[in-house]
């Protein structure tokens, strides 16, 4: 069908759908989305959590029980089931519940043509009828009929196979033609490879082509990260040592001729309580919270791996533009007739003047100004709205810029009406370095051109000159290239403009005619002031020791007067026709002592990466455009930009940046490392309790012949300790000195060779301090009071452990009492219920405790508090006695220090 019978039929016209009719047609067609995996039920997710090899055993022991006639202790266990599937039911709830909200911040947008308005909506609110717009990078939103477009190019692989991007037009095609020859149209999932268009919706969701294949597509699997496997492998090596570890038990008892029932649901329950198999959810759970704090600080972590690989990042290749910088630019000044003038005014405000020596400049007087900011005004994509005392800008910063100086020009301090519909485009790609657009004039088309000072320069054979055409010379080129040069100084973006008149407008503007044919203009240059914030995280930066390299596509001397300004630390500056002179060779020898990188292309980066891993060096690399894409997805971590950036770079990347910050990308370091040692303080505390434990029994069954507690007391501990304190530990609070320590070996793994010792030595203090009161308390008093004692001691020192877990340099006063709220409430909780299991008649008829005195709590909370104040008193004397291999691995350790 022709383009208006589709409106048409649609309901449609080029300016939009109205906001009313979109709503019904949401109604009327759903959501524009493909029917993917049913989330997981409430109901479902807590069934789940009884399934567990463990959870068989306990539950075998219960069963084992009720046959025995043991009805109180089967009630007990299945109690104690109860309630660890209830709070992992909450923990695992909670955790998905942040992960929806992650994905719903990351949910992909579309620019739409409402009530004759641009707007920026989620993607599934699309509705067949909407007028979507389309430019290089985009991944088109919905399948839709093309209306309008400029060399519309599109990838559709990822459909069709199809591996060389398909071109588009306008004009019908056969009714029965195939989804490959179906010119005229996009699809949903498919990539704008290059161009711009807009199209008109005629399908979404499962009534797209891809929703049509969307049953046989692969569902995505949930990712695991290093750290998940390694805790998996982890919890398995430990399920054979606890096991053996319980055998040995069991025949100890056997020996020593204790009740053979009582050893059997003794060996059961010690299984079940030191194997923690609640760790690899709580890893889950550590990680899906701190990446909803990282959200919070506007980095959106797209892959779990990233959150890992954050904390080991040694060098950041970032973006100057928006990144480093404010992204809110302003043309300060412009050469133009062989002299620079000055242009007033703030932000995008259309308010300045134009001034010569201090003095307002008559426009009418200077042709040259004139036409070089009409080149600016027409030559653009952006557009700069005045709402009351605010300018909203949509586009790109750098061309609004240029869209306000020409307004600052205009008697109404408007912007520029644009003439009649573009006759030719050639737009802005990274490695041509400039765009080109055709508007009629006269009897033919005038293309307007804007770019890279080099590139413009060397493409044009005349210069403009107080209104006169000349052929340029070389002085013309040595006075321009030295403007450039002092403009850059200055730390200004630099603009070259010029244009060419045609006879007629070609059938597509390809570049060629424009090469040498070019009349020069002058140069505008923007001033785009280093952020405040981007100081501050660059010397937090050098601090933690992680290298900042700047890539830019701007002038060097531009690159090199920011990096001054933001204190970026000394180093070579290169750009590209200098890297592209390099070999790898030279390039990974040299790169160690570059800290600038300018006139940049996007596959140097790729290059820039590759150099720089070879090295060893773990790099995030920032980027927004399309061919950012290989840089983004070869970088360790692939950081994109949430307001420029295109899709194609969001989908290649491992994080997104919400506010397109350099600070942003800091601030995620930290937390990433903040996460990391989160994780470690639980898998410390749990593996320390859990050897403590074991030893406890091991020893008081072989030296004393009685088993220091019962089967369902140390499933109690295994609750009221464990599960109290976990998931409170992975919240902790940052402690403010994250960015003060060395960047981790990815190498490096939750385990480490000081954290082994450590937990060593403090479950064996654990283990020897239980038996210790065990064999005191049952040579003194009764058997159930000795045990209740034990019992009770083994709570405190799980307690106390929790405070200790904390950290393992910093002390708990150092840290703040009350900074872990979360923590204080599970051990206040865990500690009411303890009073209740021995104080209360039923928990005591439950778990075969007894009433304890002042002196028995005094000798409890002696032996939990002594550990407690050891451990303290070793941070404050020794506080890395226990860092050997927290960083780097032991064998590159000793070799640095060897050095």
Not at 46 to 60: G, N, T
Not at 396 to 402: H, K, S
Not at 756 to 772: K, N, P, S, W, Y
Request: net charge negative; proline share 5%.
């Amino acid at each position: 069908m022709p383009v208006g019978e589709v409106l048409k039929g649609l309901d449609s016209q080029p300016s939009g759908l109205k906001e009313s009719d979109a709503r019904h047609l949401l109604a009327e067609h759903g959501p524009n989305k493909l029917q993917g995996r049913k989330p997981t039920s409430p109901a479902v997710l807590f069934f789940r959590q009884f399934l567990s090899p463990l959870i068989y055993v306990l539950c075998a022991a219960a069963v084992i029980s009720v046959v025995v006639e043991h009805y109180l202790d089967a009630c007990v266990i299945l109690g104690v089931l109860l309630l660890n599937a209830i709070i992992g039911f909450a923990q695992e709830l909670q955790a998905g519940r942040a992960m929806e909200a992650l994905l719903k911040m990351a949910a992909p947008r579309a620019q739409v043509r409402r009530n004759g308005k641009t707007l920026s909506i989620p993607a599934e609110d699309l509705v067949p009828g909407d007028i979507v717009l389309l430019e290089t990078g985009n991944r088109v939103p919905a399948d839709a009929r093309v209306i309008r477009q400029t060399n519309l190019k599109v990838n559709e692989a990822s459909l069709t196979g199809e591996s060389v991007p398909v071109e588009k037009e306008t004009e019908p095609v056969s009714e029965n033609a195939t989804v490959t020859e179906r010119t005229n149209t996009v699809f949903l999932g498919t990539i704008v490879a290059y161009g711009r268009a807009a199209a008109v919706v005629v399908a979404t969701g499962m009534n797209t082509e891809l929703g049509k294949i969307a049953s046989s597509l692969q569902e995505v699997q949930p990712e695991q990260t290093p750290v998940q496997k390694s805790i998996a492998a982890l919890s398995r090596y430990l399920i054979v040592l606890v096991l053996s570890i319980v055998t040995v038990l069991l025949v100890v008892g056997l020996l020593r001729g204790l009740d053979r029932l009582e050893i059997f649901l003794l060996a059961i329950a010690a299984s079940v309580s030191a194997i923690p198999e609640g760790l690899p959810a709580v890893v889950t759970v550590v990680l899906a919270i701190g990446m909803r704090q990282m959200a919070n600080r506007n980095a959106l972590v797209r892959r779990l791996v990233a959150v890992e690989t954050l904390g080991s990042a040694t060098v950041i290749c970032s973006d100057k533009t928006g990144t480093l910088t404010m992204n809110e630019m302003t043309v300060r000044r412009i050469y133009a007739d062989g002299r620079f003038v000055d242009v007033s005014g703030e932000g995008y405000s259309f308010d300045g003047e134009f001034l010569c020596s201090g003095e307002p400049l008559a426009m009418e007087a200077h042709p040259t100004i004139g036409l070089l900011l009409k080149t600016g005004a027409f030559c653009n994509d952006a557009s700069v709205v005045r709402n009351e005392e605010e300018y909203e800008v949509v586009g790109d910063p750098t061309e609004a810029a240029l869209v306000v100086a020409a307004a600052k020009a205009e008697p109404g301090r408007s912007p520029l009406q644009l003439p009649a519909a573009r006759q030719c485009e050639l737009p802005f790609e990274s490695e041509q370095q400039y765009m080109a657009v055709g508007y009629p004039h006269d009897a033919g088309v005038r293309v307007y051109v804007k770019g890279a000072a080099e590139r413009v320069l060397a493409m044009s054979g005349t210069v403009m000159s107080d209104g006169r055409v000349t052929p340029i010379s070389p002085e013309d080129r040595e006075a321009i290239a030295t403007a450039t040069t002092s403009l850059a100084a200055e730390a200004m973006r630099v603009i070259a403009l010029a244009y060419v008149d045609l006879p007629e407008a070609p059938r597509k503007l390809t570049g060629t005619e424009l090469r040498g044919s070019l009349t020069f203009l002058g140069l505008a240059g923007m001033a785009d002031p280093p952020r405040d914030e981007a100081r501050r995280a660059m010397a937090r930066c050098i601090e933690a020791g992680i290298r900042v390299i700047m890539i830019t596509g701007d002038h060097k001397v531009t690159a090199q007067a920011i990096a001054r300004e933001l204190a970026l630390p000394e180093g070579r500056a290169i750009d590209g026709s200098e890297l592209a002179a390099m070999s790898d060779e030279e390039l990974a020898r040299e790169i160690g002592h570059i800290s600038v990188f300018a006139r940049i292309e996007p596959l140097h980066k790729l290059r820039i990466v590759n150099a720089l891993k070879r090295e060893g060096q773990v790099v995030a690399m920032t980027g927004d455009g399309v061919n950012d894409a290989p840089a983004l997805k070869t970088a360790s971590i692939g950081i994109s930009m949430g307001r420029t950036g295109t899709d194609v770079a969001k989908e290649a990347s491992d994080m997104v940046l919400a506010d397109d910050n350099f600070a942003t990308v800091v601030a995620a370091i930290e937390e990433g490392r903040a996460i990391f040692t989160r994780l470690r303080n639980v898998v410390f505390f749990l593996l320390s309790t859990n050897m403590g434990e074991l030893l406890a029994l091991i020893l008081s069954v072989a030296i004393v012949g009685k088993a220091p507690l019962l089967a369902v007391q140390i499933i109690w501990v295994n609750l009221v300790t464990e599960t109290a304190c976990a998931i409170p530990l992975g919240l902790e609070p940052k402690v403010g000195d994250e960015l003060r320590q060395p960047p981790r070996d990815p190498r490096v793994g939750l385990l480490y060779p000081g954290l082994v010792f450590r937990i060593t030595f403090l479950a064996c203090m654990m283990g020897i301090g239980v038996f210790t009161v065990f064999l005191w308390a049952q040579a003194r008093m009764p058997l159930d009071e000795a045990r209740t004692v034990a019992f009770c001691t083994l709570v405190t020192f799980g307690w106390f452990r929790a405070f200790n877990a904390r950290s393992d340099e910093h002390t708990l006063f150092s840290l703040g009492l009350f900074t872990n709220k979360v923590l204080l409430a599970s051990i206040s909780v865990a500690v009411m219920l303890q009073m209740a299991v021995v104080y209360l008649p039923a928990g005591q008829a439950a778990f075969g405790t007894v009433p304890l005195g002042m002196d028995d709590w005094a000798v409890a909370l002696t032996a939990g508090g002594a550990l407690f104040i050891a451990e303290e008193t070793r941070k404050l004397v020794a506080p890395r006695l226990f860092s050997l291999g927290k960083w780097q691995p032991v064998r590159k350790a000793r070799s640095g220090i060897d050095r």
